[in-house]
């Protein structure tokens, strides 16, 4: 162990929560049947709801990304917060009701009930890829790497073992319920942590205007250049909703929490009070990177930033309760796409080639699930040395996969011509195309295609998949009528609710609390342009 960095009392602290944590998941163990064990029995309530899809959301790579961009490129890499807040409104206003009202344990089923089963086995397929090779695997990496430069004289492989099974010791045998409520513990102590170092920095750096002095002024500005190499300003307007809709409306290991919400309210209430946990991260891990310029140069790697900024400036203590709180992150993070992913592999396949499985045998199918899943993503992780930024293999990645599926949903939902030729084709058309880019990418990176954005990229992707989707749903036959009634928007809806809204006071009416989100999310963005 490394005593220049961790003192016994600071081990002593992470070992206490990695046990504490796991005894009361499994306390909130919900496994009696499936809806219990994968849904967490539908009765999440909205606070559990916004705390879970947040804590979900800033894992360990995104505290460490977070940190590491703005140290190397600046505060733009917190429009991704941002924008978030602004995707969780319109994924209220307009999805969630369709989500939660058909009843739905999958986003791939979902998919299916909109169009065939061909597009839900291969979202499913796409989503299982992505939790275990991006989400999981990059979650045990980045705890790997800060536990790495305490204990030097460990292997990695074995700490990743160790680190996945920690995360899958309460996920496996509790489900969703287990994961939801260690979430809630979890983001109390990232904000907590997280709010000592942003002060000790801030005290460590003498002030504002030394930071700015060894701080060029667009780096601390969050609208871009369009060739600026961390957020253009064409790839923010454009690019950013794009794989933001793809992450908190599609994807299943963050909708899977507010499907666990007890009513629509609930849910809605939820979403955006994630929304709102979103903004302050400005504060609090983006901005501690800028500041670290003055204290730490001359990094190598940028991704070591939170990490020296613990170490170096923490007093023993302190120091355990950081490095829990990015254990907790690194954890949540696992636990949840675990979760997620075996939901999918039992909900939408097992199930559909053994209907006749009871509740309890599709649990135990789901635990088994778990348990390969854990271990296919630590045998991937150390792959990841392999690229050049951790925050950018993720985000490039899923810029790639991100278009089509946003593609069939966004049409699926507002366009009743869409039918289930024209979605299965532009998936499959979108998933060639992704392939064929990291290709070119990694074997010919001087290529003209390769020296573009990602955030140019998924766009372009966008407009293909789309130009596929109608052309060849036009060239097909209609969807059923069921398929239009029950799963593409109509005005009725919106009149509807206004109705149901007129009986709750205005801090209840999440139209309103919308709106002030909107808000204070324009204020933010505006007083940091």
Not at 5 to 18: A, M, T, W
């Amino acid at each position: 162990m490394n005593l220049e960095l961790i003192g016994y009392l600071d081990l002593v602290i992470i070992i206490i929560y990695l046990i504490g944590m796991i005894f009361y998941g499994l306390y909130h163990a919900k496994r009696e049947n499936s809806e219990d064990y994968f849904l967490a029995g539908r009765s999440m309530t909205w606070p559990v709801v916004g705390i879970s899809l947040f804590a979900a959301n800033i894992s360990s790579t995104t505290l460490i990304g977070l940190a590491g961009d703005a140290y190397s490129t600046g505060i733009s890499v917190y429009n991704y917060e941002w924008m978030a807040a602004v995707i969780l409104v319109f994924f209220s206003i307009f999805f969630l009701p369709f989500y939660l009202r058909s009843g739905v344990y999958t986003m791939p089923e979902f998919l299916e009930r909109r169009y065939d089963r061909r597009s839900r086995y291969y979202f499913s397929f796409i989503t299982l890829i992505g939790n275990v090779l991006i989400e999981t695997a990059a979650g045990l990496y980045a705890g790997s790497l800060i536990l790495k430069l305490v204990f030097p004289e460990i292997s990695m492989t074995l700490i990743i073992l160790i680190l996945a099974a920690a995360a899958a010791a309460y996920t496996i045998p509790g489900g969703l319920s287990s994961v939801v409520h260690t979430e809630v513990i979890q983001a109390v102590l990232l904000f907590t942590g997280s709010l000592i170092l942003t002060y000790v920095t801030f005290q460590k750096v003498g002030g504002w205007e030394n930071v700015m002095a060894v701080t060029p002024p667009d780096m601390v500005s969050l609208i871009r250049p369009v060739d600026d190499p961390s957020v253009p300003w064409t790839g923010l307007i454009f690019g950013v909703p794009l794989l933001g809709f793809y992450f908190w409306a599609n994807n299943q290991f963050m909708v899977q929490r507010v499907l666990s919400a007890k009513d629509l309210n609930h849910g809605k209430w939820g979403a955006l009070f994630a929304g709102l946990l979103k903004l302050p991260v400005l504060f609090f891990m983006v901005l501690p990177g800028t500041m670290a310029r003055v204290i730490f140069p001359d990094l190598d790697n940028p991704d070591t930033v939170f990490p020296q900024l613990v170490f170096n400036l923490l007093p023993v203590g302190l120091i355990g309760l950081l490095m829990a709180g990015l254990l907790a992150a690194m954890s949540s993070s696992i636990s949840a796409t675990l979760n997620s992913a075996s939901t999918l592999i039992t909900m939408d396949f097992v199930k559909n080639l053994r209907p006749g499985l009871s509740s309890k045998q599709l649990v135990r199918v789901g635990q088994f699930a778990t348990v390969i899943l854990v271990l296919l993503a630590a045998a991937w992780t150390p792959q990841i040395e392999k690229f050049d930024s951790l925050f950018k293999y993720l985000q490039m990645v899923v810029g790639l996969i991100a278009p089509p599926v946003v593609v069939v949903f966004i049409w699926g939902m507002f366009w009743k011509r869409g039918n289930a030729n024209g979605a299965f084709y532009s998936l499959i058309s979108g998933f060639v195309l992704a392939a064929l880019l990291i290709v070119i990418n990694v074997t010919l990176p001087e290529a003209g295609i390769s020296q573009w954005h990602f955030l140019h990229t998924a766009p372009l992707l966008f407009l293909v998949c789309s130009f596929i989707y109608v052309c060849v749903s036009l060239a097909g036959s209609e969807p059923s009528k069921e398929k239009i009634d029950e799963y593409t928007w109509k005005n009725t809806i919106y009149t509807d609710e206004t109705a149901s809204l007129r009986a709750l006071p205005w801090y209840k009416n999440f139209r309103i609390l919308s709106i002030f989100l909107l808000i204070l999310t324009f204020l933010i963005v505006w007083i940091f342009r």
